[in-house]
Structures are given as structure tokens and as C-alpha cells.
């Protein structure tokens, strides 16, 4: 059985951030791999798996548009702060003159739709898990084609939802959905590609802290060893870049068919 799954994505709005362009954020001029990264663990994700992103396919490649809106410039405090001391946590008050509401503008892209097609891979975590590979990658598709998810996804900034559905055959679905395929292509120029090495994803991510997970296991007792999926490494991001150019309206993505840029290499 093949464990790749492919998706179709479309929405509205779209804005993949240039990490040098954070406060009037500027998008890239299509969608990243971390961002179909993203859309596809919010559709389903467990310790146990990882997704490669394969290709990214453009059906509509969007159009520019700029616009500005109410944003922030103070961040949320941390709950243990107002714990200790609530007199000084101060409130986010956005709007109406306040102090720490500010207008930014941001440069999106406008009605945006592509083919996602990824690889699906089991972590070390999942290694010793009952469920195999082909498991999980049938209660991916499942899902894809009920059109369920964990959370809503997003083209980039959780304004900006996305729809998705099931794909069988994308080479099929982008010769239907965009006639002009052949012939499109585009030098991207050097592009985020992810802020977690695709290694570090294989050995699987620290989610719980170690206070966290001895209360768990404590409180799990004899069911403690059911707790390896709380296991992994603790990864701390760091952005890669690699060299995008679209060929033929796919944009190739597997970290073992992209050039990266200096020694970053997700592969």
C-alpha cells in the first residue's frame, strides 16, 4: 500500500509570512511546505507519525492584495504570572485609543487553491506502537474524505481558513482543474521550508515536561507504559530554506529532491 495522501486546499485568503517580513507581513507568492504541513496536522496528527510533504500542485495561484487591520503590540501574559501576582498583569485592551493597538498592513494573496500530496512516515515513537503505518494512513484519508479535522485549517494565519477534501489522483485533478498546467513555470527564489528538521520529526517531539509526565505516570500506575507516546526529544525550531522554483505548476517538496540552502537540510 501506498502511504502518500493527497488533499485539495482552497480558501479566500491566504498569507504564508516571509520570516524578514513579520510586522507588515508580506506573503509568499504560494504556500510553503510547513504550511501544508500545518493544514494537514490539523486534519490528523499523533507522536506516532510525521508527514513529508511530497509536491505542491497550483490551481489558482491567487492574486496580490493589501489591506490593514487592528493588531497588538503586547502579548498575552502567562497564566502562572497572574497567578502569583494579578496586579500586575496588565489587560489587552486593542481598540478604542488604546496603548497597545496599533494598525498594520499585511500583503496576502486572494481566492488560492493547490494540490497537497504528502508522505506519511512512522516516528520512533511510533515503531513500537500496534498500529502500523498503513493504519494510520487509512484513518488519514478517512478523515479527508469525511471531511473531518482537530482544528480548523488555516492558509497561514488562523483568519484565513481553508476547505479541503479527498484527493485519489492529483496528476488527474490538476490536468481537470487547471488546463494550463503545462508550461507554468516560476523561480521562486529561496523559500522557508520548515522550522523543524525533518530528522528531529522522526524521532518524535517532547510534548509533556518531566513533572508532566511523572504525575502521569504516577497517576496511571500499572498503565504507565502505555505513556511512551509522551516520549521524544525536546527540538528547538530553526528556520531551513531551500531553492523553489515550479515546474509545470508543481512546486517539488520532498527534503530529498530540493536544494537546500547552506547546511539546513531536513532530509
Request: hydrophobic letters at 40%.
Given at each position: ?8 486546499v ?59 487591520r ?55 515513537l ?59 513555470h ?7 521550508y ?74
Open positions: 500500500m501506498s502511504h502518500f495522501v493527497s488533499l485539495r482552497w480558501g479566500d485568503h491566504a498569507c504564508f509570512t516571509r520570516p524578514e517580513m513579520k510586522v507588515e507581513r508580506v506573503s509568499y507568492a504560494m504556500m510553503t511546505p510547513s504550511a501544508a504541513r500545518g493544514i494537514l496536522e490539523a486534519i490528523f496528527w499523533e507522536p506516532q507519525i510525521y508527514y513529508l510533504i511530497d509536491t505542491i500542485r497550483v490551481i489558482k495561484k491567487g492574486r496580490w492584495f493589501s489591506f490593514r487592528n493588531e497588538v503590540t503586547a502579548v498575552i501574559g502567562a497564566i502562572q504570572s497572574w497567578m502569583k501576582s494579578p496586579e500586575k498583569v496588565s489587560y489587552i485592551e486593542a481598540g478604542g485609543g488604546a496603548a497597545d493597538g496599533t494598525q498594520r498592513n499585511m500583503l496576502a494573496l486572494q481566492e488560492v487553491e493547490y494540490l497537497i500530496t504528502a508522505e506519511v512516515r512512522l516516528s520512533q511510533g515503531q513500537s506502537s500496534p498500529h502500523g503505518l498503513t493504519k494510520y494512513t487509512e484513518e488519514i484519508k478517512r478523515r479527508l474524505a469525511q471531511g473531518k479535522c482537530f482544528h480548523r485549517p488555516y492558509f497561514g494565519v488562523r483568519e484565513f481558513a481553508a476547505d479541503f477534501e479527498f484527493i485519489e489522483n492529483p496528476e488527474a485533478e490538476l490536468q481537470t482543474r487547471n488546463p494550463h498546467w503545462q508550461g507554468q516560476e523561480d521562486l527564489g529561496l523559500m522557508l520548515d522550522v523543524f528538521d525533518a530528522n528531529a520529526r522522526a524521532e518524535g517531539f517532547k510534548w509533556l515536561t518531566d513533572a508532566e509526565r511523572e504525575a502521569l505516570s504516577a497517576a496511571a500506575g500499572k498503565k504507565a507504559k502505555n505513556l511512551l507516546r509522551y516520549q521524544g526529544h525536546i527540538i528547538k525550531p530553526q528556520a531551513a530554506f531551500f531553492h523553489a522554483q515550479i515546474e509545470n505548476a508543481t512546486l517539488q517538496c520532498h527534503p530529498e529532491r530540493v536544494r537546500f540552502a547552506g547546511k539546513q537540510t531536513p532530509s
